[in-house]
C-alpha cells in the first residue's frame, strides 16, 4: 500500500467531492449564465457556494471571486492592483521565499517598467519588520507575501506586517498568498488585516483546476482577463461549476471539526520530526516547532535529497525535495535564503502531512529512510 506525504504539492480529493463534481458534469451541466430554470438553478447553487466559502474567511461573498487556482489568483491581483495604479504607484514589494507565480509576477511588472522591493529573511524564513518597514515609499500600492511557507512551513506575522503597511498608507493594498495556510490554520482576513487573499483547491482536499480570490471592498484592481462579465467582470469566464462545487464540498468537510485536524496533523508532524532526529545520524531540521501543521522539511547530510526520494519512491511512499512548482530547478531558492550548507541544501526532503496519514506509516517511513540512509551514505563515504 503507497504512502503519500506529498501533501504540499496536492491532496487527494475527499470521496465526497468527487462525487459532487460528477453529479455537476452529469446531471446539473447547464450553463448558469443561461436565462432559463436550469441555468438559473445552478447560479443560485454557486451563489451558496460562494457564501460558504466566504464565511470560513469572515469575509462577505461578494469578496469572493472564483479563478483556476492559486497562481492565477496570485497573477489577476498582484497585476491587477500594480496597473491599475501604474499611473501614480510604481512600486511594489514582496519577498525572496515568495512561490514562482508572486516572484514571478513581480519580475513582469518589473520588466513593465515598476519598481520592486525584494525583501531577504532571517534563518527562520522570516522579514525584518523593520527593513519592510524602511521599504515602504509614498509610492507604493502593494505588498504581497505568503502566510505559509510551502517549502519550510514558516508562519508569517501577517498581522505584524499589515500594521507595519497601514500605519504608513491604508490605502496600501497588502495581499496575502494563503494556499498553505487556509484550511491549516484558523484566521479571518479582518484578523489579521488582508485586502486581499489568495487560495487552491487542490491543497484542501479539492478539485485541481480552481481557486479563489478574495479581495476586500473598495480594493481596486484591472483585471487580467477580459470576457463575458463573469465574477462581477472581474475573473471573465464560463464559470467551472463543477470545480467550484467540488471546492465547496471540500470546504465543507475540512471545516467541520477543523481544530482537531489541525491538531492530528501537528501530532504526525511532531512524531516523525522526533523519530527522525532521535532515530537517525546527520539530520538538519529546516521546520520549526511553531510552523504549521501539515510541513516538515529536513536536510539529512552526506546524501542527495533527490537519490533517497527515489529510493523511498520505489517502497511506493512520496515525498518531495521542494515546491512541486520549481522541482524541476536546482537548488531549493528558499533554503537557499536561510544560508544552508551546501550539504544541507543537497539533503534536504519535505514532508507533508495530511489528516488522511497514521501512526503505522509514519513508523515505516522512519525505517525505510534509515535502510536507505545506510546504503546511501556508505556509497557516497560519509561518516
Known sequence: MSIYLDNSATTRPYKEVIETMVSFLSEDFQNPSAAYRDGLNIERKIKKARE????????????????????????????????????????????????????????????????????????????????????????????SMMHVNNEIGVIADIKEISKAIKSFNEDIVFHVDAVQSYGKLRFTVDELGIDALSASGHKIH????????????????????????????????????????????????????????????????????????????????????????????VSFLGIKGEVLLHFLENDDISVSTGSACSAKKPGSRVLKALKLSDDALEGAVRFSISEENNMDEIDEVVEKIKTHLSRIRKISGYK
Open 206 to 297: 479539492g478539485p485541481k483546476g480552481i481557486g479563489l480570490l478574495y479581495v476586500r471592498r473598495g480594493v481596486e484592481f484591472s483585471p487580467l482577463i477580459s470576457g463575458g462579465g463573469q465574477e462581477r467582470g472581474l475573473r471573465s469566464g464560463t464559470e467551472n461549476v463543477a470545480g467550484i462545487m467540488g471546492l465547496a464540498k471540500a470546504v465543507e468537510i475540512l471545516f467541520n471539526g477543523l481544530d482537531e485536524k489541525i491538531e492530528y496533523m501537528k501530532k504526525y508532524r511532531d512524531t516523525l520530526k522526533n523519530k527522525i532526529v532521535d532515530e537517525i545520524d546527520g539530520v538538519r531540521i529546516n521546520s520549526f516547532d511553531d510552523g504549521v501543521c501539515h510541513i516538515l522539511n
Open 52 to 143: 460558504d466559502i466566504a464565511k470560513t474567511l469572515g469575509a462577505r461573498s461578494d469578496e469572493i471571486i472564483f479563478t483556476s487556482g492559486g497562481t492565477e489568483s496570485n497573477n489577476q491581483i498582484i497585476k491587477g492592483v500594480a496597473r491599475y495604479n501604474k499611473a501614480r504607484k510604481k512600486h511594489i514589494i514582496t519577498s525572496q521565499i515568495e512561490h514562482p507565480s508572486v516572484l514571478n509576477s513581480f519580475y513582469d511588472l518589473e520588466r513593465e517598467g515598476f519598481d520592486i522591493t525584494v525583501l531577504g529573511v532571517d534563518k527562520k524564513g522570516r522579514i525584518d519588520i523593520d527593513e519592510l518597514k524602511s521599504a515602504l515609499r509614498e509610492d507604493t500600492c502593494l505588498v
